[in-house]
Each structure stands twice: as structure tokens, then as C-alpha cells.
């Protein structure tokens, strides 16, 4: 029995087979709902969920396997390219609830909540003709949300249409000697540069862009970070640096009379009406009587579990060990970039329960969290991370979270807290766990106190990750087999269930393709190294002991260095030798 819906749409029970033969729903039940959604007005879909409490993944599974097509999720991360429906009526697709999703050569992967509908296909077909169609299956309601992400990134237009646009206002400017320099932040193309730009750096998953003017009327460069490495994305022309500066000055509420010396601040960009993320921003006066920006976006609003991280077993192991005890320090540390509050986070999110009490100190505050009590310091009118730390002390805290050591007050004050019952957490910029102990006696902190405060440094790199669309396996050479086995320690080597050279000996790499843009690499995955504190380290601390001297200590105590477990990584198959090397290696 197919029922008729609405004047274009029907509804055909035996979509929804599945959810009664799984026990979901009763028959009787899912004839009532579709006679409910029909009378109401309602989507059967949300009637489901939310009268029926089935769970929407169990009716994406029974759409799936009706349509015999992918079920695809609304996934924020999941960009749909604008460049797709630029040329589309957005109010027809709100209307008949389809999206195209990405192009690959000439397939099409679009996205319908009923891949059967003929009437719909063949508009499909016409929009995009030529090319070979493929479906997936979504509810209405994610379907919609994806338009409403993608419809907020080309509101903007096309980045290509407004660089062409001042192009050709720069030429105009120069054919009449202008005064180039004239040209207002508030220009409508200025405006639609500076949020495309933000716009464009996100959907390429980029964590900082780079603004760099030059004299000499020469082009302004923008470069995007992504997955660690800078790349030039674009050039505009010598006559807006200064107007594309002093916008985003503007939008970061910044001085744009001041540009003499660096200034900080932060903005908050709505890309579409769910989706809204946080830009922290940087200028520095460079030659030429210019300014650069850096801009750092901190798309991160969830913490990430601590398993989700890839830790080595033992390392995550002895980790859970630290968090566990009740008073202490655990200092995260590495260089800026490298996920160090991201895995505090993570921490805390593990601590986080009703039985503690949980104060963070923070610049700036990146990840939210209920439960924690997050403070945003303020150097400037004095309130720093020592002062709030001072002040958490009167709080009632269990467990501590300061942002970074980056002075004698805050480390000395972190290690009284600690010393006086509570789990203190912080970052430290230092390239290895066993350097830290160093780095925090040259800050001034007693070496008894702290030797008997430390309970863990857990050190932290990015490498870059295989593209999963083009990794290839294949057979390494002798010498790559011996390098692996010479950097990791020839006696650790052989404690590993790796095979010797030979055959059955392989690795990964990636070949390159349209979703890494032919590096071979995609996404990054995280390297670690955890000092754990005991009594023979802590008497090395307290005799001041050379650092050659606590690393050979900690390899004893079973210690899996940042190179180890980059190239366990890479027998993982995770990454290459390279990369590890190029971030890892002293």
C-alpha cells in the first residue's frame, strides 16, 4: 500500500520494513504514524524520533537498505561544495529537498530523501546533464540543514567573482593616478573579500590564514595553513592591503589607527544560521610601513575523547593512571599547533563528573565544556593566569586547568596548588617530556617541590595522516627497513610483533588524488611521548641531574619516545618515516 502524501509525494510503508523486523516500531504503530503525518502535516521522519523514539540511525539503516543506497547523516564537518548550486534556485531545492553533494570527474554523489522520485531525477539530470548520477538517501531535515551551511557560504558569492572585481578596480584606480591607498575597508568587495577568505579557509580545513602585504605595489599574498603546511591560496592587488587589513581590524573590534605596534583580538564569524565559529587574530607591523595578520580559527566546540587519539595502548594506559591520582601537576607540552589543549580537553572531559569541581583559566577559551567552571584571563587589566589561579585556590577546586606556564609566578603557584591537594593541569611550549623538567627548574620552581609535584608530562607532535582515498601498500627497501629499526632501538625493535624483512614486510604511502589535491596526505595524526613521575626521577630532579641522564632513565621505565611511536604509526600505516622525522627528530 503506498499512500498518497501530498499532491507530488507518497508514502510507501515498505521503507520502513526494517525498523519493525528489528523491533523499532509495531506494524500498527507505523500505520498510525503515517496516518498522523498525513492528517498533522508533520514528516513521518520526525514523527518517528520523536513520538516513536526511534532512533534516526535505525531509520536511516531501513531507508538505506530500501533505496539500496548509502544513508548519509548530517555531519557539520561535511562541506558541500557551493560551486555546485551556485548556478541552482536555492528556494527550489529548499522546496524539493535534494542537494548535490561533490562532483568527482564525471559522477555526481547527490543526496534525496527518496532516490526513487522520477520527477526529481530527471530535473537532476537536466541541472546537471552529461553526468552520471549518484544517490544517497537523507532525511528531510538533514537535507535541509545541509542547504542551510551551503547556502550561507556562496550568500557571499564567488571568490573568484569579487578578486576579478578588484582587479579591475585597481586597474581603473591606477589608469586614473589615483590615490590607491584611498580605497575604504568599507568597500562592498573589501566586505565580501575578507568573509569569503574565512569562508574559504574553513571549507579547506585550514587552522590559520596568513595576510601578507608587501611594498613596491606589489600583490598581497594570502596563504592557508592546512594540515601544518602553508600554501599561497591567492594574490590580490598592492591597492586593497591596506583596506583588507583594516576590515578585518575592524571586525576583530582593534585599533585601525594603530599600526605601529602588534595587536590581538578576536572575532566571531557566523558561516549559516547553525554553524557560527571563533577567529583569533594577530597583527604584526612588518617593512613598508605594513601590517600582517594571522588569523587562527578554532573550529573546535566539542572535546574529543581520549580514545579517540590514538595514543599507544601503554601510553594511554599510564595516562588514565596519572589523571586518576588525586593531587598533582600534568603538563602537556609542545610546540603551538600541536593539540595541546585539545587533549586537555580531553582530559577533562574524562574528569568531568559531579563529584569534582573543575575551574579552567584560559587564552582563549577554544572548547567548551558543562560542568567546567571556564575563566578567560585578561592580562592587560592584570588578570592573568597566576591571578586566577590565586583566585581558583579560594574556590573550592578538586581539579585545575591554567592555559599555559608562561612565567615563575603561575609555575610556582601551580606547584603550591598542587602540592596542597589538588590535580593541576597546564601546556608548556618544550620539544620533548624530559626537556620540560628543565624548562620548569629554569623558570625558577624548586626542584623538590616540584619533583615531588610532577606526576606526568605527556609531550605532543602533528604529523601528516595517508590520504584514505588513494593509501597504496608497498614493499619498502632494506635501508628504509633498517632505518626504521635503527631509529626506533635495535633491542626495542625486537620486544615488537613486527615481521623481519622480507615479503610480508610492508608499508604505507598515499599516491595522491583529487581529495588530498595530490599530496598523498590528509588530516593529521598525533605522535606522543609520556615522562611519567617516580622515585628514581624524582631524586634525578631534586640532584639537578642532565637531561641525557633522565631519558635514559625513562626508556628503562618503559617510556615510548615521540620517534618510537611515529614509527609505530608508520608500520601502522598511519603516516610515513618522513613525516615523523620532519616533526619528531632533534
Known sequence: MIVQRNVNKTIDPRAFDLLIDESFIRQGDLIKAIQDSLQQGIELEDLLIQQYRVPKAAIGKALSRFFECPYIPYDERMVVDPQLIKDLSHDYLWKHVWVPLKANGSVLDVLIDDPQDIVRGHDIQRAFPGMTIR???????????????????????????????????????????GEVDAIDENDSAIVRLANQIIVEAYRQEASDIHIEPYSDRKETAIRLRVDGTCSTYMRIPAA?????????????????????KPQDGKLRFRLNRDREIEVRVATMPTAGNNEDIVMRLLTAKEPMPLEAMEFAPSTLAGLLEVIDK????????????????????????????????????????????????????????????AAALRSFLRADPDVIMIGEMRDKETAEVAVEASLTGHLVLSTLHTNSAVETVTRMLDLGCDPFNFADAMQGVLAKRLCKRICGHCKELYHP????????????????????????????????????????????????????????????LRNLIQNRAKTAEMISLAKKGGMITLIQDGILKVIAGLTTYDQVRTVAMK
Open 135 to 177: 544517490y544517497a538517501v537523507a532525511l528531510k531535515g538533514d537535507i535541509k540543514r545541509f542547504l542551510q551551511s551551503t547556502i550561507g557560504m556562496t550568500d557571499t558569492g564567488s571568490i573568484e567573482d569579487t578578486l576579478g572585481e578588484l582587479v579591475h578596480e585597481a586597474r581603473a584606480e591606477e589608469s586614473l593616478a
Open 240 to 260: 586593497y592591503r591596506r583596506a583588507l587589513v583594516s576590515r578585518i581590524k575592524i571586525m576583530s573590534n582593534l585599533d585601525i589607527a594603530e599600526r605601529r
Open 326 to 385: 588525586p593531587h598533582g601537576i600534568l603538563l602537556c607540552v609542545g610546540p603551538t599547533g600541536s593539540g595541546k589543549t585539545t587533549t586537555l580537553h580531553a582530559v577533562l572531559h574524562r574528569l568531568n563528573t559531579d563529584a569534582r569541581k573543575i575551574w579552567t583559566a584560559e587564552d582563549p577559551i577554544e572548547i567548551t565544556q558543562e560542568g567546567l567552571r571556564q575563566v578567560q584571563v585578561l592580562p592587560k587589566i592584570g588578570f592573568t593566569f
Open 477 to 536: 627497501t632494506v635501508q628504509e627497513y633498517d632505518k626504521l629499526v635503527r631509529e626506533y632501538g635495535s633491542n626495542s625493535w625486537d620486544t615488537l610483533a613486527v615481521p623481519p624483512y622480507g615479503d610480508a614486510f610492508m608499508l604505507s604511502r598515499g599516491r595522491g588524488c583529487d581529495h588530498c589535491n595530490h599530496t598523498g596526505f590528509k588530516g593529521r595524526v598525533a605522535l606522543h611521548e609520556l615522562l611519567r613521575g617516580s622515585d628514581e
